[in-house]
Every structure is written in structure tokens, then in C-alpha cells.
């Protein structure tokens, strides 16, 4: 079985800044990519960034320049580094994984549990 377990949701005021955790254990043989989703309420899941294992970067257009995605490959973790936040940016982040198992034959997608964001004054 797979877990990605997330941490450092919160809230915080418009301009400040958060960084989430998330890492991936378990019976991992591969892993293809990792990354980042939202979804706000009464909308629907969104891309936020993904890092491929093999290098570069996918940023939503509305995050660029503000948000920056990292890996730690031996950790199979990766962060989201969140600065200048806004109060749109409030949602439920989920943590996303592109992996294969041992006994799997092909890689598929895995999710946290989610942590809530919130950026208010």
C-alpha cells in the first residue's frame, strides 16, 4: 500500500507566506511524478504545480511567480513553497503521486488526504 501524508496547511493573512509538506511511503518501485492540486469550495480539483522525476516544472497560471514546487527524491517527498498569498488561494491542497508499486504493472495515481489553506485577514 501507498501513503502520501501532507502537512503545513494553516492560516495566514494576504501576503504572507506557507510551505506544505508531503511524502510518500510504502511499497514504492517508481515514482513518475509528484505535485501539487486544489480545490476551493464549490469548485472544482485544480492543478497547481507537478515536478516530473525527470526534471522541469508545471505551474497554473495563477500561481506563477508566486509559488515554487521542489522534490526531495531520496525522501520521496515533495514541498510547495507559497509566498504572496491571496485570499483566493484558499483551499484544500492535495499532495499527488504518479507511481509504480512492486506488484503493480503499471504506474497510476495516488492522493492525501488533503490540508486546508486559508488566506484571510
Known amino acids: 500500500q501507498v501513503q502520501l501524508v501532507e502537512s503545513g496547511g494553516g492560516l495566514v493573512q494576504p501576503g504572507g507566506s506557507l510551505r506544505l509538506s508531503c511524502a510518500a511511503s510504502?511499497?514504492?518501485?517508481?515514482?513518475?511524478?509528484m505535485g501539487w492540486y486544489r480545490q476551493a469550495p464549490g469548485k472544482e480539483r485544480e492543478l497547481v504545480a507537478t515536478?516530473?522525476?525527470?526534471?522541469?516544472?508545471n505551474y497554473a497560471d495563477s500561481v506563477k511567480g508566486r509559488f515554487t514546487i521542489s522534490r526531495d527524491n531520496a525522501k520521496n517527498a515533495v514541498y510547495l513553497q507559497m509566498d504572496s498569498l491571496k485570499p483566493e488561494d484558499t483551499a484544500v491542497y492535495y499532495c499527488?503521486?504518479?507511481?509504480?508499486?512492486?506488484?503493480?504493472?503499471?504506474?497510476?495515481?495516488?492522493w492525501g488526504q488533503g490540508t486546508q489553506v486559508t488566506v484571510s485577514s
Open positions: 499527488n503521486a504518479v507511481l509504480r508499486t512492486f506488484l503493480a504493472i503499471s504506474s497510476r495515481a495516488y
Open positions: 510504502g511499497t514504492i518501485f517508481s515514482i513518475n511524478a
Open positions: 515536478e516530473p522525476t525527470g526534471g522541469g516544472t
